[in-house]
């Protein structure tokens, strides 16, 4: 069994910062990709940011030099450090991990997802 749990959610005021965690656990031969995705109330799922294994970051235009995206490795570990958020900051975020079991070939994975809350 894979798991992905994420940590860190909370409600916070628009200005201020939280930082994600996920750590996926459990027979796990390899991981490549990571990263975290986001439902706002009443929309789609969309992209935040994803990393690589090496540590190639890419992030959707609406977080760019806001989140940073980061990884430990040895820990399967994906951080998120969320600065200056907003109101339209507000949804489900979702941890994702392209990662290969023990016992099967690579797929993705997901988190259970953790409520951001950004209001006054």
């Known amino acids: 069994q894979v798991q992905l749990v994420e940590s860190g959610g909370g ?3 628009p200005g201020g910062s939280l930082r994600l965690s996920c ?3 459990g027979s796990i031969r390899s991981i490549s990709a990571m990263g975290w ?3 706002p109330p009443g929309k789609e799922r969309e992209v935040v940011a994803r990393i690589s294994f090496g540590g190639s970051e890419n992030y959707a235009d609406s977080v760019k030099g806001r989140f940073t ?3 430990d490795n040895a820990r399967n570990t994906v951080y998120l450090q969320m600065n200056s958020l907003k109101h339209e900051d507000t949804a489900v975020y979702y ?5 290969r079991p023990i016992y099967a070939g690579s797929r ?4 259970r997802g953790t409520q951001v809350t950004v209001s006054s």
């Not at 993705?108 to 988190?111: M, N, R």
């Open 11 to 13: 409600l916070v005021q």
């Open 23 to 25: 750590a996926a656990s």
């Open 37 to 39: 995705y986001r439902q």
């Open 69 to 71: 995206i980061s990884r």
């Open 95 to 99: 941890c994702y991990a392209n990662l």
């Open 108 to 111: 993705d994975y997901w988190g």
